[in-house]
Protein backbone atom coordinates (compact mmCIF):
# COMPACT_ATOMS: atom_id res chain seq x y z
CA UNK A 1 0.00 0.00 0.00
CA UNK A 2 1.21 3.25 -0.73
CA UNK A 3 0.08 6.78 0.68
CA UNK A 4 0.42 10.31 -0.91
CA UNK A 5 -0.19 13.05 1.41
CA UNK A 6 0.05 16.87 -0.57
CA UNK A 7 0.63 19.94 0.71
CA UNK A 8 1.10 23.71 -0.32
CA UNK A 9 -2.37 24.95 -1.75
CA UNK A 10 -4.47 27.85 -0.93
CA UNK A 11 -5.32 31.17 -2.05
CA UNK A 12 -3.00 33.22 -4.59
CA UNK A 13 -4.28 36.71 -6.54
CA UNK A 14 -3.29 36.09 -10.79
CA UNK A 15 0.26 36.13 -11.55
CA UNK A 16 0.83 34.98 -7.63
CA UNK A 17 3.55 31.92 -6.96
CA UNK A 18 2.74 28.34 -4.96
CA UNK A 19 4.30 25.22 -4.73
CA UNK A 20 2.81 21.70 -3.53
CA UNK A 21 4.36 18.99 -2.48
CA UNK A 22 3.49 15.26 -2.19
CA UNK A 23 5.26 13.10 0.24
CA UNK A 24 5.19 9.25 -0.16
CA UNK A 25 5.27 6.18 2.26
CA UNK A 26 4.14 3.14 2.81
CA UNK A 27 5.31 -0.02 0.27
CA UNK A 28 6.51 2.60 -2.04
CA UNK A 29 8.94 0.28 -4.07
CA UNK A 30 10.52 1.92 -6.95
CA UNK A 31 7.60 4.44 -8.05
CA UNK A 32 8.90 5.12 -11.26
CA UNK A 33 6.58 7.91 -11.62
CA UNK A 34 5.00 10.62 -10.07
CA UNK A 35 2.90 13.56 -10.87
CA UNK A 36 0.19 16.06 -10.47
CA UNK A 37 -3.49 16.00 -11.94
CA UNK A 38 -5.80 18.76 -11.32
CA UNK A 39 -9.82 18.76 -11.68
CA UNK A 40 -11.99 22.09 -11.50
CA UNK A 41 -15.27 22.36 -10.65
CA UNK A 42 -17.30 20.38 -13.92
CA UNK A 43 -14.23 19.31 -15.54
CA UNK A 44 -12.50 15.89 -15.93
CA UNK A 45 -9.14 15.12 -14.27
CA UNK A 46 -6.28 16.28 -16.34
CA UNK A 47 -2.90 15.95 -16.67
CA UNK A 48 -0.63 19.30 -15.03
CA UNK A 49 2.95 17.74 -14.94
CA UNK A 50 4.49 14.23 -14.29
CA UNK A 51 8.26 13.11 -13.94
CA UNK A 52 10.19 9.68 -13.55
CA UNK A 53 12.82 8.57 -11.00
CA UNK A 54 15.63 9.55 -14.13
CA UNK A 55 13.87 13.26 -14.32
CA UNK A 56 11.95 12.57 -17.36
CA UNK A 57 9.10 15.04 -17.58
CA UNK A 58 5.49 15.01 -19.32
CA UNK A 59 3.72 18.72 -19.30
CA UNK A 60 0.67 19.65 -20.33
CA UNK A 61 0.73 22.76 -22.95
CA UNK A 62 -1.08 24.77 -20.38
CA UNK A 63 1.40 24.96 -17.78
CA UNK A 64 4.52 25.10 -19.33
CA UNK A 65 6.87 27.96 -19.42
CA UNK A 66 4.72 28.74 -15.68
CA UNK A 67 4.70 25.16 -13.22
CA UNK A 68 8.15 22.73 -12.90
CA UNK A 69 8.17 19.61 -11.36
CA UNK A 70 10.65 18.16 -9.46
CA UNK A 71 10.98 15.25 -7.30
CA UNK A 72 13.77 14.50 -4.84
CA UNK A 73 14.01 10.89 -4.74
CA UNK A 74 15.95 10.18 -1.27
CA UNK A 75 13.14 12.28 0.32
CA UNK A 76 10.16 10.27 -1.82
CA UNK A 77 8.47 13.44 -2.60
CA UNK A 78 7.37 15.22 -5.76
CA UNK A 79 6.94 19.24 -5.96
CA UNK A 80 5.20 21.73 -8.14
CA UNK A 81 6.33 24.95 -8.37
CA UNK A 82 3.42 27.04 -10.04
CA UNK A 83 4.10 30.62 -10.99
CA UNK A 84 2.09 32.84 -12.70
CA UNK A 85 -0.69 31.42 -11.73
CA UNK A 86 -4.12 32.31 -13.64
CA UNK A 87 -7.80 32.20 -12.74
CA UNK A 88 -8.16 28.80 -14.70
CA UNK A 89 -5.94 27.03 -13.08
CA UNK A 90 -7.71 26.86 -9.82
CA UNK A 91 -8.64 23.28 -9.18
CA UNK A 92 -8.27 20.71 -6.77
CA UNK A 93 -4.53 18.85 -7.31
CA UNK A 94 -4.41 15.58 -6.91
CA UNK A 95 -0.58 13.48 -6.26
CA UNK A 96 -0.25 10.44 -8.43
CA UNK A 97 2.20 7.75 -8.52
CA UNK A 98 2.73 4.63 -10.73
CA UNK A 99 4.71 3.35 -13.92
CA UNK A 100 4.65 6.19 -16.76
CA UNK A 101 4.31 9.36 -16.88
CA UNK A 102 2.04 9.24 -19.80
CA UNK A 103 -1.27 8.14 -18.01
CA UNK A 104 -2.25 8.24 -14.15
CA UNK A 105 -1.24 5.16 -11.96
CA UNK A 106 -2.74 3.44 -9.25
CA UNK A 107 -2.51 5.75 -6.21
CA UNK A 108 -3.75 9.20 -5.36
CA UNK A 109 -3.40 11.32 -2.46
CA UNK A 110 -6.46 13.13 -1.26
CA UNK A 111 -5.79 16.38 -3.38
CA UNK A 112 -4.60 20.25 -2.15
CA UNK A 113 -7.30 23.15 -3.16
CA UNK A 114 -5.16 25.86 -5.45
CA UNK A 115 -7.79 29.02 -5.60
CA UNK A 116 -6.17 31.87 -8.22
CA UNK A 117 -8.53 35.03 -7.56
CA UNK A 118 -8.50 39.02 -6.65
Known amino acids: QVQLVESGGGLVQPGGSLRLSCAASGSIGSLYAMGWYRQAPGSERELVAAITREGGRNQADSVKGRFTISRDNAKKTVYLQMNSLKSEDTALYYC????????????WGRGTQVTVSS
Open 96 to 107: NAGDSIFRAGPY
